[in-house]
C-alpha cells in the first residue's frame, strides 16, 4: 500500500520535510510516522499535526506539494517519492503568471540525494537535486535557480535531473558528474564553474553560458552565443550524444530527429581555465 501525506491546512511558514522520503518512512507504522518531527517556521512539529496519514511507511511516498515545504526527497538514497497536487487542486498557473504554490515545492528538494527517485508534478524552488550523488529528479514543471548547483561546497556527482519546464540562472554551477536536461529555456550562466558532466538545455540557453567550466558538456540548439574565452573547433556528429539523446527521449523529453541525426558546432574552451569543455550547438 502507498503511503500517502495530504496537508490538513495550509502552512502558516516554511515546513521542512526533508524527513517525508521512502527511506526514512519505509518500515514505520502510521503512528510512528505520525510522532515524526518536522520544522514549522520556528517551532517543531509532528507529521500528525501538519498531515493526514494514510497507509503505512512502504518504498513509494506520495505527498501534497505547497511551496513551503522544503528538502523534499533530500538526502534519500531509495524508494520513489512523487509530490503532487492535493485532490481537487487545479495543476495550472497562478495568477499574475506566478506558480500556483499548491502544485509547487519549496527550495533544497533532492538536495544531496544518493539514490532512488524523486517525482515532482509541478515547479521546484531554487537548488533542486544540489549535491546530487545519484539516483533521478524529474521535474514536470519549471525549476528555480542554480538547478543541480554547488551547495555548501557539495557539487553534483551523479545521477539524473530531468526538468519538462524551463530552468532559472546558473543551472549546473558547479556540475561534477551527472546529466541535467531541460526540455524548456535555461537562465544566464549555465555550467558556470563545472568541473564535468553535462547539460541539455533543449529550449535554448540563456546569456554567459559555460563560464570558468573545465570538462563539461553543453548541448543546446541555436542561437547560443560563447563567451569570447571559447573558440569554434570543428563541426561533427559527436558519438555520445545520440546515446544520452535516445534515452532522454524514453523519459519524455521533446527530443526530435533533427537531435539525432545533426551535426554540431563545438566550441572549445573556457580558455582561461584548462580549456577543454564544449558548447555544441546543434546546426539548423
Known amino acids: 500500500m502507498t503511503l500517502t501525506l495530504?496537508?490538513?491546512?495550509?502552512?502558516?511558514?516554511?515546513?521542512?520535510?526533508?524527513?517525508?522520503?521512502?527511506?526514512?518512512?519505509?518500515?514505520?507504522?502510521?503512528?510512528?510516522?505520525?510522532?515524526?518531527?518536522?520544522?514549522?517556521?520556528?517551532?517543531?512539529?509532528?507529521?500528525?499535526?501538519?498531515?493526514?496519514v494514510s497507509g503505512d511507511g512502504e518504498e513509494e511516498v506520495h505527498v501534497e506539494a505547497h511551496a513551503r515545504l522544503r528538502h523534499l526527497g533530500a538526502g534519500m538514497t531509495s524508494g520513489r517519492l512523487v509530490v503532487s497536487a492535493g485532490a481537487g487542486e487545479r495543476a495550472a498557473a497562478h495568477g499574475g503568471g506566478r506558480p500556483d504554490p499548491s502544485t509547487s515545492v519549496g527550495a533544497w528538494c533532492g538536495a544531496r540525494m544518493q539514490g532512488g527517485e524523486l517525482v515532482l508534478e509541478g515547479d521546484a524552488g531554487d537548488f533542486a537535486g544540489a549535491g546530487m550523488r545519484g539516483g533521478r529528479v524529474t521535474i514536470r514543471g519549471s525549476a528555480g535557480r542554480r538547478l543541480g548547483g554547488e551547495l555548501a561546497g557539495a557539487r553534483m556527482r551523479g545521477g539524473e535531473i530531468l526538468v519538462h519546464g524551463d530552468a532559472g540562472e546558473e543551472a549546473g554551477a558547479g556540475l561534477r558528474r551527472g546529466l541535467i536536461a531541460i526540455a524548456g529555456r535555461v537562465g544566464p550562466g549555465a555550467g558556470v564553474r563545472a568541473l564535468a558532466g553535462t547539460i541539455v538545455a533543449l529550449g535554448g540557453l540563456g546569456a554567459h553560458p559555460g563560464l570558468g567550466m573545465r570538462r563539461a558538456s553543453i548541448v543546446a540548439p541555436p542561437p547560443v552565443t560563447p563567451p569570447p574565452t571559447y573558440a569554434l573547433a570543428c563541426v561533427y556528429r559527436p558519438p555520445f550524444l545520440s546515446i544520452c539523446l535516445r534515452r532522454l527521449r524514453a523519459h519524455g523529453l521533446p527530443v526530435g530527429e533533427e537531435w539525432l541525426d545533426g551535426r554540431y558546432a563545438r566550441w572549445s574552451g573556457d580558455r582561461l581555465d584548462l580549456g577543454r569543455a564544449e558548447i555544441l550547438v546543434l546546426e539548423r
Open 6 to 52: 495530504t496537508l490538513r491546512e495550509t502552512p502558516v511558514a516554511p515546513v521542512d520535510a526533508g524527513v517525508l522520503r521512502p527511506d526514512r518512512l519505509a518500515g514505520l507504522s502510521r503512528a510512528e510516522i505520525e510522532r515524526l518531527e518536522l520544522r514549522h517556521g520556528n517551532r517543531p512539529a509532528r507529521v500528525a499535526e501538519l498531515f493526514e
